[in-house]
């Protein structure tokens, strides 16, 4: 009886010790799990670090840019005269680093017009009256002539000819046997045709409609 004892006994002490070994197992294995788990816990600060330098990469980029001028800034150069063309730089500040874009840009000079100049002549017609006309520097008599028909709302008519135009009808007084419109330039006959007598500021002109006989 005492040996079946001390053998249950026995028994007893070796499961007890099995479970506590398989208890002592068991924990470890369970603080193994637990350090895993707090290695993938999306609340680590690493994932804040990951986060700012999202962040850090999509700060808006400041841009700092050198003053240029106007392109639509009127240039008083005279016409024909190449422009030089405008050199500006621009500073781009990204991700803490700045960097510097050179940009060129041609700057077209405007056009001068330069204005018409007039002469005016003092025109007197047979019939019609006498006109103060307008015309552009080095025109002739029958450039004034037909400037002053313009003008004053009177008709001309002529015949092209290998040494110049000849008046044929000035308003109703039409060039016809005998008479014709001669040409008189400053008190003078003039000693060429009408297309030939270049005009100069205050000459006066004069259409007579005379007979050659």
Same mark, same amino acid.
């Given at each position: 009886m005492k040996e079946i004892s001390w053998r249950?006994?026995?028994?007893?002490?070796?499961?007890?010790g099995i479970c506590l070994i398989l208890g002592v197992v068991a924990i470890g294995l369970q603080d193994s799990s637990m350090k895993a788990e707090g290695a993938q816990?999306?609340?680590v600060s690493s994932e804040s670090t990951v986060t700012d330098s999202?962040?850090?990469?999509?700060?808006?980029? @400041?841009?700092?840019?050198?003053?240029?001028?106007?392109?639509?800034?009127?240039?008083?150069?005279?016409s024909g005269t190449k422009a030089k063309p405008v050199t500006t730089v621009r500073e781009i500040q990204a991700g803490g680093v700045a960097t510097a874009q050179v940009q060129t840009? @041609?700057?077209v000079a405007p056009t001068v017009v330069t204005p018409v100049q007039k002469d005016t002549v003092e025109m007197n017609i047979?019939?019609?009256?006498t006109y103060k006309v307008e015309i552009a520097k080095g025109e002739n008599a029958f450039q004034a002539l037909q400037a002053a028909a313009n003008q004053n709302g009177f008709i001309v008519e002529y015949k092209m000819y290998s040494w110049g135009n000849m008046i044929t009808k000035i308003g109703a007084s039409k060039a016809q046997g005998?008479?014709?419109?001669?040409l008189y330039y400053n008190g003078g006959y003039s000693m060429?045709?009408? @297309?030939?007598?270049?005009l100069k500021n205050n000459d006066k002109v004069e259409w007579r409609y005379e007979s050659w006989m």
């Open positions: 249950v006994k026995k028994g007893w002490v070796y499961l007890l816990d999306p609340s999202t962040e850090a990469k999509n700060e808006p980029v @400041s841009t700092n840019t050198v003053p240029k001028k106007s392109e639509n800034q009127p240039q008083n150069k005279p840009v @041609s700057a047979s019939g019609l009256g005998t008479y014709y419109w001669a060429v045709g009408a @297309s030939d007598l270049i």
